[in-house]
């Protein structure tokens, strides 16, 4: 049996069957049950992310109130926020909210906390090893990241990390107020 086509009427017992309230209740019912069982496919639109048009992202980010989303974002970007909004929902706040959010920006971040690489209290960073999209998504990310993280704490940037063979190479990418990155290197 069908949920789109159910016989609400077969389904009641045979001493039902001929009573006329129970037909006239069944008859009735029978349109509001085809309808749900219509809109039950698109309940299951999570998994169905992948599929869908950017502007219905853009509601979708909405209605789920994901409020680091960025409507300029590529599409990838997009769809991986949101297959992620209720993991970062759940630990908001919390180095491991960034760390997800930085993930879905770089492929790959480790956050960086003020005891870690000697910076002042309450200060943290995000590293990451993959350049090509740290580059292109760090200003981005450092747009975003005030709605993620708790209000105490203070971003000192993006720190892109490629280590060649016996070689390190650093990079840091800091948002400033008056939102322009500076670029640092420093060989090791």
Known sequence: MRLNDVDLLALQPLFMQCDPTTIALCQALQPIMRDAARETRSALIIPAVDTLTEAALDELADELHVIWYDYDAPIDIKRAVIKASDLVHMAMG?????????????????????????????????????????SRNAALFAKIINDVKNVRSVFDGVFLDARVGTVSINAAAVMQIAEFINMGMEVA
């Open 94 to 134: 919390t180095p491991g909210a960034i760390e997800r959010v930085g993930v879905q920006f770089f492929g790959d971040a480790l956050v960086e906390e003020w005891w870690e690489y000697d910076a002042e209290p309450y200060h943290f960073r995000v590293s990451t090893r993959n350049i090509a999209k740290g």
